[in-house]
């Protein structure tokens, strides 16, 4: 899996390190795969809510929701599996790309690694919007798939060893906000595209993902390769340079020989994901697979695939549906923001634990209005009740944007020690893949058979989580990475037995 170490002190202790130009120009650059991954994210939805498209692919969704066969079964109008591999298949194509990402991050570095992924998105991008049948626009789909695999692979770590230890955190989460602004950008393209007559709208709309596709190709070429990454590769002198640089000071040896020493550790390691089964590191391990797996039982990614198609199904016109799309995009952004300003300042716990009781209420109400209003065979939304539907759902995806979205990520990234961080962080993109496509393969058809409970059904998924964060879930803010074990495991009520015992077996080990 993809290798990698921090630059952060053993002690705890920050390096001396301007925030320099090269430094936020090339995080920027790299972020783009964020917006990349967000574009197809928003997209998908969009074009499977265009009738031409729906016509052109898949022929029986189109003949449910336009010629009005079986016009009275309002949620499954869309429940179709050639239509669900079509989102779905992004994912699992980028869940295996990942394992080939973990390699090429490790021995061609972060930065050769991103620009495969862009070339991947190209090479996808221009199969979809050319696509003349059904294969072709799966294997379009899949080898963006890859992209996706490759640059999340690659960006979060290039972004977390780029910055100043002071403002790491901000810039992890400047990837989660580009992903934000991605969707929005995706749903302003479908709203637009939606006007235009015959296929070039939907072909529009999958051929514009080609803008931040080239962002992230041109970005990948333009930007410096990390100093972990020159240095885990034998290149000292260039690490020591690349470095200098980066840090806008010549006094960098303290955070060199650190570098040295991390990488020396790292190397030590033979079997990182054995050493990640060890009793002491279970924990950690823990904690980053349920972040994962709550992060996707929110529902988030299923309403974001589908917004159009959902406001759709609850009875709103094709217009109406995506802009009321583009209205929860542009909430998204924003709310991302809130996250990057309070998650030093009130906690990762705090955010968690407010987002859990907001999403849960706001479920529990589209739910109750579903269930009273849209059935099988009628739809009597009214319009103060459509109007509430979408405030509940912004009110909800606001509440996941500044906590669960950026935190899903970068929780996983501070919790585990060395020896196992680079395995760790592979286990969590390989997880959180794999759950968004075992979502957005069973959305539609849990929207057929669950009808208004889907919306119990996650809400009660957001109950369990945050019962988890409240009990099992530490707070990490502001304790240096390394100093994690001391400060936070062992003084934890439940996971310092972990700790004490795992210890304890690795001395007898040693002796």
Avoid at 56 to 77: A, S
Avoid at 194 to 221: D, F
């Amino acid at each position: 899996m993809a290798a990698g170490f921090s630059t952060a002190s053993a002690k705890g202790v920050d390096f001396e390190a301007k925030i320099t130009p090269i430094v936020i120009i090339s995080s920027i650059m790299a972020a783009t795969g964020g917006l990349m991954f967000g574009y197809e994210v928003g997209v998908s939805g969009g074009v499977t809510a265009m009738p031409e498209f729906l016509k052109k692919f898949f022929p029986v969704v189109y003949g449910r929701v336009e010629v009005g066969v079986d016009k009275n079964n309002y949620y499954c109008k869309y429940d179709n599996q050639g239509l669900q591999i079509f989102t779905s298949s992004l994912y699992l194509a980028g869940l295996t790309a990942t394992f080939f990402a973990s390699y090429t991050t490790r021995t061609l570095g972060r930065r050769p690694t991103m620009l495969i992924a862009g070339v991947f998105y190209i090479i996808g991008v221009v199969l979809n919007a050319a696509a003349q049948d059904l294969a072709m626009l799966i294997t379009g789909r899949i080898l963006l798939g890859c992209g996706v695999g490759f640059a999340n692979q690659a960006v979060p770590l290039f972004l977390s060893e780029i910055a100043p230890t002071r403002i790491r955190g901000g810039l992890n989460i400047l990837f989660q906000l580009n992903v934000t602004i991605g969707i929005l950008f995706a749903n302003l393209v479908n709203y637009g595209t939606a006007k235009i007559k015959g296929e070039w709208g939907w072909r529009l709309s999958l051929g514009l993902a080609g803008i931040p596709a080239l962002l992230l190709t041109v970005g990948a070429l333009l930007v410096t390769e990390t100093p972990n990454s020159l240095v885990e590769r034998g290149r000292l002198n260039e690490g020591k340079a690349v470095l200098r640089q980066i840090r806008g000071t010549v006094n960098v040896e303290p955070e060199f020989a650190d570098l040295l020493e991390a990488s020396r550790l790292a190397k030590e390691v033979k079997h990182p994901f054995k050493n990640l089964l060890q009793r002491r590191n279970r924990p950690h391990l823990l904690i980053a697979i349920a972040l994962q797996i709550f992060q996707q039982c929110t529902g988030i990614n299923a309403i974001m695939f589908y917004a159009p198609v959902l406001f759709g199904t609850l009875g709103f016109g094709s217009d109406a549906s995506l802009y009321s799309a583009v209205l929860t995009g542009a909430v998204n952004v924003p709310s991302t923001l809130v996250s990057i300003y309070f998650v030093d300042k009130v906690g990762r716990r705090v955010l968690l634990l407010e987002a859990g009781l907001q999403m849960f209420f706001s479920q529990l109400v589209i739910a109750i209005v579903l269930g009273i209003k849209v059935t099988d065979h009628s739809n009597n939304l009214s319009k103060g009740f459509a109007v509430l539907l979408v405030v509940m759902i912004c009110t909800y995806v606001a509440a996941f944007a500044w906590s669960w979205g950026p935190l899903g990520w970068l929780i996983p990234s501070e919790v585990f020690p060395l020896e196992t961080r680079s395995a760790g962080q592979s286990v969590t993109v390989c997880v959180n893949l794999l759950f968004t496509f075992i979502i957005a393969q069973a959305f539609l058809l849990m929207l057929c058979h669950f009808k208004f409970g889907i919306f119990i059904f996650f809400s009660s998924w957001v109950l369990v989580m945050t019962l988890f964060v409240m009990f099992l879930l530490p707070e990490t803010k502001n304790i240096p990475i390394e100093e994690m074990r001391e400060r936070v495991w062992k003084k934890h009520w439940f996971w310092t037995r972990f700790m004490v015992m795992g210890d304890q077996s690795c001395n007898r080990q040693e002796e």
